[in-house]
């Protein structure tokens, strides 16, 4: 019969592996979600006057906000929440919209994207991480004595 501590660990991998296929899904995406908003970003900055981007951006945030939240990513969550937040107001002033809005959406984009990169770091790094455990748990070469 397997200890309970064997039990846990079998309990923790599993619970590890269903959060990093979560999150790879996520990350997926999220990269389409900030492609689409790419080209909202690009749409808006040739015609300013046009608040169709702004509301496509601000759908995409709202769906990126969900997502990021569902997949245990609060930081990205809140910052896609930030950028919505700071889009509404700005649609509720109502246009012409700012060269300086423009730059601040710009900025929050370019940091959506490099949050995401740095997840898909993680990911990647994930197996990387259990290698380097396993020969702290049963050193490699060594014979017990």
């Not at 900055?45 to 169709?52: I, M, P, Y």
Request: proline letters at 5%.
């Amino acid at each position: 019969m397997p200890s309970s501590v064997a039990l846990k660990a079998a309990e923790d991998a599993a619970q590890d592996a269903a959060e990093a296929e979560i999150l790879d899904i996520f990350v997926e995406e999220a990269d389409e979600l900030l492609e689409e908003m790419e080209s909202a970003l690009g749409r808006w900055e040739a015609t300013r006057e046009s608040a169709a981007p702004l509301a496509d951006m601000m759908r995409v945030l709202h769906t990126l906000k969900g997502g990021a939240r569902l997949a245990a990513q609060g930081r990205l969550g809140d910052m896609a929440h930030d950028l919505e937040q700071r889009l509404s107001e700005a649609q509720l002033q109502g246009g012409p919209w700012t060269d300086s809005l423009f730059l601040d959406v710009q900025g929050g984009y370019d940091a959506l994207l490099k949050e995401v990169e740095s997840m898909r770091s993680r990911l990647i790094a994930e197996p990387d991480v259990a290698t380097d455990r396993q020969p702290q748990e049963c050193p490699q070469g060594e014979q017990p004595n």
